[in-house]
Nanobody, 123 residues
Framework: VQLVESGGGLVQAGGSLRLSCAAS????????MAWYRQAPGKQRELVAHINSEGGSTNYADSVKGRFAISRDIAKSTMYLQMNSLKPEDTAVYYC?????????????????WGQGTPVTVSS
């Protein structure tokens, strides 16, 4: 599975951005996807998570009510709509995918990451 993010950039506080993550390869075995972010000098943190069917989502408290994660399974693409952006949202945003396959009597999990797309929110 390969993941490619796009949509990052520079935006003023209060503005919006939409990130995309295009998956290719064995996408039919992806069980869940998520967006993470890493700000300078900080650890990578989970922003939002969505299950394989797209019916269950979870958000970090810091983005609840402002960000929305979604998936277009037919296009193998995940999105992150970011509204009311704040300077503290500045970070490199990474796409993550979890893939599970049944092999030799047990489930094996694989994790995949995109290369990251930078988001800068100016005050």
């Amino acid at each position: 599975v390969q993941l490619v993010e796009s949509g990052g950039g520079l935006v003023q506080a209060g503005g919006s951005l939409r990130l995309s993550c295009a998956a290719s390869g064995s996408t039919f075995t992806i069980t869940a996807m998520a967006w993470y972010r890493q700000a300078p000098g900080k650890q990578r943190e989970l922003v939002a998570h969505i299950n394989s069917e797209g019916g269950s989502t979870n958000y970090a408290d810091s983005v609840k009510g402002r960000f929305a994660i979604s998936r277009d399974i037919a296009k193998s693409t995940m999105y992150l709509q970011m509204n009311s952006l704040k300077p503290e949202d500045t970070a490199v945003y990474y796409c993550y995918a979890e893939r599970k396959i049944y092999y030799d009597g047990s489930w094996v999990e694989y994790d995949y990451w995109g290369q990251g797309t930078p988001v800068t929110v100016s005050s």
